[in-house]
Structure formats: C-alpha cells, structure tokens
C-alpha cells in the first residue's frame, strides 16, 4: 500500500472515531440534559455517575454477603429493642467521644455549639430525645427539641407514605423550635480568623451546582450550591458584619426533597434577623461526617453559633454497616463483638 493510500485510510478512520465520539456525547448528553442542567461533558458525566453506581452496588453486595437474611433496616431497628442493649450502649459511648471532640474544636474557636433534636424514629421508643438531652447536660451545651414534630400525625409532619422527610409543616415548626433558643446567644461573638483573602471551600459540595437530584425516586429536586459548596443561594462573606448561625445536620437540615426556600435554615434566617444562618446540611450525614467538614472547612471562617441537627438514626449511623457517602468518605470499621452477637442473634431467627 502506498503511503499516500495508507495517510487517506488513517485519516478516515480518525474521522470516522471524531464523528463516533461526537455521536455518543451528542446521544448521551440528550439524555444527560433532560435530567441536569449542569454544563460540562456529558460523557464525563455519565462515565463519573456510573463508576460511582458501580462502587455502591459492589459495596451493597458485600454488605448483604455478611448480613445474609437480616436487613439493614431489620439490624437498625433492633439496636433499639432490649436485644440490643449492649450494642445501643456501645453506640452512646462512640457518639458522646464524637460529641466530646466536637464540643472541644467548637470552643477552642471561641463559639457555642447547641444540640438540636428532631424526633424522627418511633422505633427508638423515646431513647433517642432522652440519649441527646442527656449528653447536652453533661457537656453543658442549650438543648432544643422539635418536640411538636412528633406529636402531629406522622402524614402531616412529614411526606408520608413516599417518603420520610419533613413536610413544610415540619420545617416551619423546627425553625419556630430552634429561633428561641439561638434569639439568647444573639451576642455571642467568635474571634475573626485569619483568612487568605478569597473565598474558601465551607461545604462538601462541588461549588456552583445546579443540578436535578433523583435520590428520591418520587420526588426530584434541584440541588444549587453557592461558591463555597453550601446548598444557598449567596455566599458567606469573608467577613460577616453580624452573627453567624452555622447549622450542621443531615438531610433534615439540607432539606431533601424541598426547594431551598422551604427548608427551616432558610425560614430560620427569617426569624433571625441581622445573622447570618448558613445551611452546612449533607444527606446521610452522622456526627463523625459533620464533626469533620466543621474541622477541616471551618478553620478560615467565622461561626459563632453551631448548632448540630441530631435525628435517633444518628446513633445507628455509628454502626459498622454504615453506607460510605459519596460526598465524604469515612473508613468503615469491623463490627465489635456486641455488634457481632447482635447479627448471629437475629440470624438464627431467620
């Protein structure tokens, strides 16, 4: 073959895989755009999302190897029966270390930190308010609890039976719960730290996001991020002239499945006039995830309130069998003996 014929074959082939790959990232980015309205390839996108589904569904089937007939839900909802006594006190003691190191890192910063309880699991048969309001006196720390939550019928409070967050109701009452008690520490101030001069990263989200979540199924919702990785709609100035109100929490705190202005740190900021209320909220988050984005994001900015969302599933989130996240990877430990008992014990009723 000569090799001006030879230079024509490669020269159609490069051509040929242009126009394949323009083929795919044209297909796949219809498919990709009638679900997000982020930029970027969808190629990369999908290819991201996929890796990703394929990391979870390998650790799911790992966990359910060593689970065998007990479910995860099965697991967590007998760490609150008598049969799991000794695991439900194990899990005390790991969240009171966490609570503990939290506390530390807050004051040592010169802020307060509050412990506010929403009631969401009635299989806790009360243990989870009476755990929390325990450890909020013996480290001294203002208790709130969104009490009234528990006493509406639960499809009023929350989206039942399609899913199992707060309603609007619901967020409106945590914020009324919550306003009080932060309306006393109006004065307290934090020192202004050092910063560098730009806008440092204060969340575990990538900057910038607008995108449609589908993490419930039947209830889709967009997630928007302001520069810092927060689920706002303005940043957090470098210096803030009032007090800042930062909120740690869960997926009660980011408000899944609400529009941003329906969730309680936003109805909150309206009760709150004259502070700065920042949503640092990340669905499936526990003490250990949020003890950590506070640690390693709040070093150059300025909170002078913390407050910490607890739910009675933040205990179980202390479990061995924790879900890793995607937003913040913790390790995942092996399972204790009292953990193990539990498991062999709810086996041998299957």
Do not use: C
């Not at 001294?140 to 929350?158: I, K, M, N, T, Y």
């Amino acid at each position: 073959m000569t090799a001006p014929r030879r230079a024509s074959r490669v020269g159609l082939g490069a051509a040929l895989l242009v126009l394949a790959l323009l083929a795919a990232e044209l297909g796949a980015g219809w498919i990709h755009f009638q679900r997000s309205p982020e930029g970027g390839s969808a190629l990369v996108w999908m290819a991201e999302r996929a890796i990703d589904r394929a990391g979870r569904a390998w650790r799911d089937r790992a966990l359910a190897r060593e689970l065998g007939p007990v479910t995860v839900a099965d697991y967590e909802r007998a760490v609150f029966s008598p049969e799991g006594a000794a695991v439900f006190a194990e899990l005390q003691r790991r969240y009171d270390a966490e609570f503990q190191a939290l506390h530390d890192t807050v004051r040592r910063r010169g802020a307060r930190l509050v412990l506010f309880y929403v009631p969401s699991d009635q299989a806790s048969r009360g243990e989870g308010e009476r755990f929390f309001r325990a450890m909020a006196e013996k480290h001294q720390v203002p208790f709130v609890a969104a009490s009234r939550l528990g006493e509406l019928p639960p499809d009023v409070a929350f989206l039942l039976p399609w899913d199992s967050h707060p309603s609007r109701l619901g967020h409106r009452i945590m914020a009324d719960a919550l306003a009080p008690a932060l309306d006393a520490l109006r004065s307290h101030r934090a020192p202004t730290p050092v910063v560098t001069g730009r806008n440092p990263l204060l969340g575990d989200f990538p900057p910038g996001m607008n995108e449609i979540l589908r993490t419930q199924p039947l209830a889709p919702f967009v997630l928007r991020t302001n520069a810092q990785g927060l689920r706002m709609d303005s940043d957090v100035p470098l210096s803030p002239p009032g007090q800042v109100v930062l909120l740690l929490g869960d997926s009660f705190t980011f408000g899944t499945p609400l529009p941003v202005e329906d969730a309680y740190p936003t109805r909150l900021a309206g009760l709150l006039p004259g502070r700065l209320v920042v949503n640092a909220g990340v669905g499936g988050y526990g003490i250990r995830e949020e003890r950590a984005l506070y640690e390693e994001r709040w070093g150059e900015a300025r909170a002078d309130i913390v407050v910490l969302q607890a739910l009675d599933n933040d205990l179980t989130s202390l479990l061995w069998l924790a879900p890793q996240l995607w937003t913040r990877a913790m390790p995942r430990r092996e399972a204790s003996e009292a953990e193990r008992a539990l498991l062999e014990a709810l086996r041998a009723r299957r």
